[in-house]
């Protein structure tokens, strides 16, 4: 019997990714203006009988100096970039902009110090993963399902007649591939052009018979926010692995990194990828917890599914060689200076630019 495998992903357009890059243009705002700055900060964002609605709340340092005027450009700039085309209830012109944030609870605060032993910014637990059958290091059918989201992307931004919201669905394990492709477009696009341009991307990322369902609903006009309400948070598996791959239930989008659901998350893939580049394991999933306000994590668990090349006492001694408290973390992959604005686009993993991705000589 087969195994089939789906993944999905979805493009920056899409509104609920609209509303992570949203969150992460102001936390890196935050940054900018003060590296010691805490943020959680969350994004809706709804079509309105007045042309539209965005409102960003949640928690942040008065030292972050986030005023409304902010709020409002980077609303407009993170618009500008996920939007071609107004409608009458999401018109980039008419939109009611809602700043809500609010300053940091005070417990929380005292919680976690700035030091080598900094305690976790909440509770939580978190999911690293890697696996030697890709280049990503990614599992295979994300991979796939991605690297077509990506392609589409780039088409959609250059043709003008598509718009900027799409999802891609791939499924493995038979056969054929089952390839389903939903993508925004205007009303006067010509359809079967379409196909054949989406159908020769998910060749060239396909390497092997296909079925391809396009905008299997039959057209695709009115989409991003417009379209559908789009919350920070809610694309957390397609953040991280696809549904093969546990999820610890954080988001990251809008969490500065003394919050463990982002700077873990990030450890965990760094040490997991490091493990399988090294060829001590074929794949590897690494899970790690903590206590609010505790430096030492509650566990640190390395789980090589059957596929270690090596005795468990040397990947036990690789492991050791990670510091996880979240102190350690934020230095170690330099988490205050990175521009979040891009983590949010295509998974937060398997981009070699990224701190989390880089191959440490152990």
């Given at each position: 019997m087969f195994k089939y495998v789906t993944a999905e992903t979805v493009s920056p357009g899409h509104p609920d990714k609209i509303a992570d890059l949203i969150s992460d243009y102001v936390l890196t705002k935050a940054l900018e203006n003060n590296p010691s700055s805490r943020v959680a900060v969350e994004t809706v964002l709804t079509g309105t009988k007045d042309g539209?609605?965005?409102?960003?709340?949640?928690?942040?340092?008065?030292?972050?100096?986030?005023?409304?005027?902010?709020?409002?450009?980077?609303?407009?700039?993170?618009?500008?970039?996920?939007?071609?085309?107004?409608?009458?209830?999401f018109d980039l012109d008419r939109l009611s902009i809602y700043n809500e944030l609010t300053p940091q609870s005070e417990e929380i605060r005292a919680a976690v110090e700035e030091d080598e032993d900094q305690g976790a910014g909440d509770q939580g637990i978190m999911i690293g993963f890697a696996t030697n059958k890709t280049e990503s290091f990614m599992p295979p059918t994300f991979d796939i399902s991605r690297n077509i989201q990506k392609t589409l992307w780039d088409l959609q931004n250059s043709d003008p007649m598509l718009d900027l919201d799409s999802k891609v669905q791939v499924t493995t394990g038979g056969d054929k591939a089952k390839v389903v492709v939903s993508t925004q477009h205007k009303k006067e696009i010509n359809i079967q052009k379409l196909h054949d341009q989406v159908s020769e991307i998910v060749a060239n990322h396909v390497n092997q018979n296909f079925q391809l369902d396009l905008n299997p609903?039959?057209?695709?006009?009115?989409?991003?926010?417009?379209?559908?309400?789009?919350?920070?948070?809610?694309?957390?598996?397609?953040?991280?692995?696809?549904?093969?791959?546990?999820?610890?239930?954080?988001a990251f989008s809008g969490k500065d990194p003394s919050k463990v659901d982002r700077s873990a998350a990030y450890a965990a893939r760094h040490l997991a990828k490091n493990i399988v580049f090294h060829k001590l394991a074929d794949e590897c999933l690494v899970r790690?917890?903590?206590?609010?306000?505790?430096?030492?994590?509650?566990?640190?668990?390395?789980?090589?599914f059957d596929t270690s090349n090596v005795k468990e006492n040397v990947i036990k001694d690789f492991v050791n060689k990670f510091d996880m408290k979240p102190g350690a973390i934020i230095e170690r992959l330099n988490l205050i200076n990175v521009n979040y604005r891009i983590d949010t686009l295509f998974s937060h993993f398997g981009h070699d630019d990224r701190n989390w991705e880089k191959i440490e000589n152990i």
């Open positions: 539209g609605l965005v409102m960003v709340g949640g928690e942040i340092s008065e030292i972050a100096n986030i005023s409304t005027e902010d709020i409002k450009t980077i609303v407009h700039e993170a618009l500008n970039k996920t939007i071609k085309t107004s409608f009458e209830d609903s039959g057209s695709f006009i009115k989409g991003g926010p417009a379209g559908d309400t789009g919350l920070t948070g809610r694309k957390i598996v397609v953040d991280a692995y696809g549904p093969s791959v546990p999820v610890g239930g954080g790690v917890s903590y206590a609010i306000g505790k430096a030492e994590p509650y566990e640190l668990t390395v789980n090589t």
